[in-house]
């Protein structure tokens, strides 16, 4: 079988993390298979469409690594892949199910439906369409038709009956026939619904599998009777588990999560959310969880679905992201951070190449750069307290010798590289017979007056350069001076 799978957006806003899955796994599922990916977009819902969110989901899903074989702006031998542009290809459809009688046409004026819904509400039931219009005598019919008066066609239901679907993961889902209304398939206005529409293109687009959301295993069954009624061949359904926020919600972007594009502008890489997004409601199986997407479509399988809403986790997507972070070539690294270490340092005088080594090991993303960097810019104020360190046996006292000797080693540094300070300073400590710690700590922190940086004193001796270090040396030794001067008075 060739297997051909969709993902089918409406433009309603941005690529929210829930959806990027679903495309995910139909285009992992298809790729698998050696099967066709489909992009297709479901603007029939004009009101809730948002200008340029088309563009966005382009965007997002090329930024994802998914490319689509068929779709609006590649073509395809199944287009227009925008149903809006489809419009006119659902009428008859429609009327052809009102023929075998799955559907029929009402003329209820917009009054009585609204009557309806407001006595269903205060009963506190769900709105159901009474059917009024479902026995209309044919005359009828063609009469007001032809006086042009507005129309929907419904889809006719089966009282007390039992409507069901066999789904890949869930199994068979049964409803009683009962509950469920007699949507609208083509509005007055000729345009088909999302529950219409999406039924027609999987079938006409030789859609064989369909991987989407639970949201809409409910509305499933009111597919399958559609099917059923045109007589066309059911596609296999694939519901995928919903991904939640925590225990209680699913992720949503009205309660502020973020979408795909939301989490890039946050410093996560693109293959490190698809990579931990696959994890969401799947498994290859085994133990693996850094996996490129090639090894993820070696490995995907529908089995490996879950059933259970998986919890999007902040804390495993930044160890993801650490994971490739490690991985990058330093200079992509380097690349990647440049505009965001252009915010605090003067990249144009300093080693951004250096500073990115540095930095690669010690970042869960991009953005955690900048507070580990603005020490480069601007000195922060003196703390005597920072020279205390008992691990390397220093105090604010035992430094200030330390750092006085230091002054003279780093003077007669030349030819300023990190390769040299280390040289002069090792030598130094050689020659006085101590230890590094009681060298390096003291040097560190007067060249920072940091706690926590990237790389000991030697490299940030280097990065900062000859100028400026020998400028906060002597800045800190002066500060040093002053602080034990008053210990003692
Ligand atoms: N247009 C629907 C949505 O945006 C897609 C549903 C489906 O995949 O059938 O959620």
Redesign the pocket.
């Known amino acids: 079988m060739n297997v051909r799978t ?5 433009p ?1 806003g941005f690529l929210h993390l829930g ?1 990027l899955r ?1 495309a995910l796994y139909a285009w992992l599922f298809a790729r698998s298979q050696g099967g066709t990916f489909i992009l297709r977009i ?1 603007d029939t819902d004009q009101k809730r469409e948002i200008a340029g969110a088309t563009e966005t989901i382009y965007r997002a899903l090329r930024r994802a690594g998914i490319d689509w074989d068929e779709g609006p702006d590649v073509g395809g031998p199944y287009g227009p892949y925008i149903q809006s542009e489809r419009k006119a290809l659902y009428q008859p459809f429609a009327e052809e199910l009102v023929e075998r009688g799955g559907a029929y046409y009402c003329f209820c004026p917009t009054e009585r439906l609204d009557a309806l819904r407001k006595k269903a509400e205060s009963e506190g039931k769900a709105f159901k369409y009474d059917k009024r219009c479902l026995n209309m005598p044919r005359e009828e019919i063609t009469a007001r038709l032809a006086s042009g008066e507005p129309y929907v066609i419904r889809q006719n239901i089966p009282a007390g009956g039992v409507g069901f679907f066999d789904d890949e993961i869930l199994g068979r889902i049964e409803v009683d026939t009962d509950t469920l209304d007699d949507q609208v398939l083509l509005k007055s206005d000729g345009m088909p619904t ?1 529950n219409f529409a ?1 039924v027609v293109d ?1 079938h006409l687009m030789g859609v064989t599998h ?1 991987l ?2 639970s ?2 295993v409910s509305s499933t069954p009111k597919y399958n009777l559609l099917y059923n009624a045109l007589g066309w061949d059911k596609p296999v359904y694939i519901h995928l588990p919903p991904v939640m926020a925590d225990r209680n919600r699913k992720l949503s972007k009205r309660h502020g999560d973020p979408s795909f594009e939301d989490l890039l502008d946050e410093g996560y890489l693109p293959d490190a959310v698809v990579n931990y997004i696959a994890l969401l409601g799947w498994n290859p199986g085994d133990e693996r969880e850094v996996m490129t997407m090639e090894e993820l479509v070696g490995a995907f399988s529908l089995r490996g679905i879950s059933k259970s809403p998986a919890i999007f986790d902040r804390d495993k997507l930044r160890w993801f992201n650490a994971q490739y972070i490690r991985a990058l070539p330093a200079a992509r690294f380097r690349d990647l951070i440049l505009p965001h270490m252009g915010k605090t340092v003067d990249t144009a005088h300093i080693d951004t190449l250096r500073l990115a080594q540095l930095l690669q090991p010690r970042c869960e993303t991009l953005l955690d750069i900048t507070d580990k960097i603005g020490f480069l810019a601007q000195m922060p104020p003196f703390d005597a307290a920072l020279y205390t360190n008992k691990k390397m046996k220093t105090t604010h006292e035992t430094s200030l010798p330390v750092l006085r000797a230091l002054l003279p080693v780093l003077e007669a540094v030349d030819c300023w590289s990190e390769s040299a300070v280390r040289d002069a300073v090792s030598a130094f400590i050689e020659a006085e017979g101590m230890k590094n710690g009681p060298v390096l700590w003291p040097l560190r922190v007067a060249l920072s007056n940091s706690m926590y940086t990237p790389g000991g004193a030697y490299e940030i001796a280097g990065l900062l350069g000859r100028e400026e270090t020998l400028r906060r040396l002597r800045g800190s030794i002066a500060a040093l001076m002053q602080s034990v001067k008053r210990a003692d008075g």
Request: hydrophobic share 25%; net charge negative.
């Open positions: 969709r993902f089918a957006p409406s309603t959806s679903t479901e999302y999406n999987d369909i989407r959301g949201e809409f």
